[in-house]
């Protein structure tokens, strides 16, 4: 089977994509209070979620499930009840040798995928050294470093877009050299750096609580920047004495490094931030009259007292105003250490003195072993939530009678804190957060009943509750910020990459993190094994009605997998092949917890509905070449076309529009606006019409939820700015009519992003059905 490769030393300067990177989020262990019925279970559970992730074009994860897959299937033959398995021969025997069988196919599959994703990484790297090499300030990369062999040297300059806090440090301190005197005395004598003037976009209060140290410093108030364009005669009248001379000599400077508080990207054609438009209006009025442009220090303020820490940074004395970096534990770090997790669940830069954040259970150790703990204190709900049962509870049936409706209430509207790089988490949490149907489940304790400590998949309860504990946080609104610490610690125990302080891909984190929860929450205690239909099964299945072969392969699926995530989240689709030398058909039908759409662009497109990105995502597509299907009656790969169609849409429907490609280089993002309606998006015409009242064949039931029409509000947005290695990710929330923009601890009314390029992650409800 495909099994973890060691790690490489050099991995830390590939992409994240790279499968070096992916293979090292595999990290299990065998545990022997798992039975062995649970491990097979598991790992062909993991191959269905390879199989549906692989499907939808979702590469990185249906990799990391291969491989998961193949891990936990490689810990049957050790565990101590295989033997007496063995000898048995029962049906947990007969279920693992059907994975087995399945092994040719899995590693065939799995490698080819390794093959693209490493051809995809190779592109990206390309292209960043050939951005690395370029000049001018729409180069997105900086040159590196180079080193100093003479006091007498100068190091070469980064001329470039973006400064890293380890780039930047190093041009400030750029260390000694060993000299020898007239005497003959060895003595050390400090390098020689570029002379560098820093230029603080942040308000004068923020810049007195704590600014940059290592180069002559000027402030300039985002006030002054509210009516571009700004002159320098208006940015020098802004500045007091000192700095107004530093701006002055401008041109004097080797080196001007811009920052704010945390933009880490300049915008990228009409899709501006406030912040990045304030560095911008700066930009233009410095460039007039320098050589070269000035950088943008990546990550602003927060990323460089992050990792330097306080000997990095300049608090003026009599500043009333609380430090902006994020929250740190009080010892002093040295330069570049990663912090720890502060020993209280949530730091909290303001709070009302009156409210006791919960306690979260130990996140030490990656599974808690004993029974469930209990749960931990919870601050009082508001009355609109506790009042009625939970709307949420349900029978086991697999078609709920009733289509659940999300209630209208306010929701919590408070910050949340970034770690340097972790924006993707914090957008993807508001729009949790802001989605109905799960947060009740979570607020009200409905999920304490549903975890699930038997399942090798989950964390036994422990992401679930960092989550509940982390929504009860933000909907309290006893304080201005939260930081998300415990919870980001419980998500890396399922998802290392997520721990880490790297950049990710906020859809990725959104399924992995829906992934988790399922797991953590799956009413099925033990897995039975995975059906495979025979031939005449098949046969039998697609002559029946699309709807009701919808609903057949729906109650096979939930035999395995039911949960709060199926309930709300999950759909599914259908997948016709068509062989175009025989015309032999087959049908498949896979559950999706989000639909990844393609996003129109080439010349002269600007902008797309919705609709349009629908009707890509369905259209009927050829394959041949490489890509031809391996026809089962032909035995042989053919020329063949592959449609897609929706067969069951969720209560909450999730929708990735996919911005980035990988033809050619790695780094494209499609910045086409998409437009999109906040109500009533319509997509009855995507879904099969409905059959005959009463109509049953079988006794397969016609889903009552899955009638016309299919109607849904937008509640929820995450936002990307910049590329796809360097962005930024924010929010905006739809609370009882109203659009609110969340950007990491900052949350402050309005729309105006909903209407931009900007959109990455749409999230939908569902209406319920007119009686």
Partial sequence: MVGVGPGDGGSQHLPPMHPINLRKQVNLSLDASFSVKSYVGAASTLLDKAQMADAQGHLEMAFIHYLTAASVASFVPKHAEWPSIRQQRGATFQAYQELMNRTPEIVKRANAIERELTARAEDMMRDAQLEKHGSGRHSPAVAPAQPRVSAAQTPTIPYGRCLSVEELWTYMYPGFDRTTDTAGHELLSKRRGPQILLVDIRPRSMHAAGHIRGADTICIEPTVLRAPPVSMADLQASLPPKEAAYLEKRSEYDLLVLYDQRTRALSSGGNA????????????????????????????????????????????????????????????????????????????PVTSGKFTYPDITSLSTPRMSGPTPPPAARTPMPASLMAGPSIMSRSHSMAPPSFPVPRDVRIGLTGLCNFGQTCYMNATIQCLSATMLLAQYMLDGTYQKAINTQNPLGTRGALSHALAALLRALWSEQSVTVAPTAFREAIGQFAPAFRSHEQQDSQEFLLFLLDGLHEDLNRIVQRPPALELGEAQQAELSRLPQQLASVAEWSLYRRRNDSVIVDTFQGQLRNQLTCLTCGHMSVTYNAFMSLSLPVPSGRGVSQATLYQCMDAFVHEEVLDKGNAWHCPKCQRPRRS???????????????????????????????????????????????????????????????????????????????????????????????????????????????????????????????????
């Fill in 273 to 348: 931030t406030p912040e990045q438009e304030h560095i911008e209006s700066v930009l233009r009025t410095l460039e007039v009259d320098l050589v070269h442009s000035p950088c943008l220090l990546r990550g602003g303020f927060e990323s460089w007292a992050r990792q330097v820490g306080d000997s990095g940074v300049i608090r003026e004395r009599g500043s009333s105003a609380k430090p902006a970096s994020p929250a740190t534990p009080s010892a002093r770090r040295t330069a570049f250490v990663t912090p720890s997790v502060p020993p209280r669940t949530y730091q909290v």
């Fill in 641 to 771: 076309t592959k449609r897609l169609s929706l067969a069951r849409l969720p209560p909450v429907l999730l929708i990735h529009l996919k911005r980035f490609t990988f033809r050619g280089p790695a780094s494209n993002k499609i910045e086409t606006r998409v437009n999109f309606p906040f109500d009533k998006l319509d997509l009855s015409n995507y879904m099969p019409p409905p059959l005959p009242p009463g109509m049953s064949v079988h006794g397969i039931p016609v889903s009552e939820s899955q009638r016309p029409p299919y109607l849904y509000d937008l509640h929820a947005v995450t936002h990307h700015f910049g590329t796809l290695n360097s962005g930024h990710y924010t929010a905006s929330v739809r609370t009882q009519g109203l659009w609110y923009y969340c950007d990491d601890s900052r949350v402050t009314p309005g729309d105006a992003q909903l209407h931009t390029s900007s959109p990455y992650m749409l999230f939908f409800s569902r209406r319920a059905s007119p009686l």
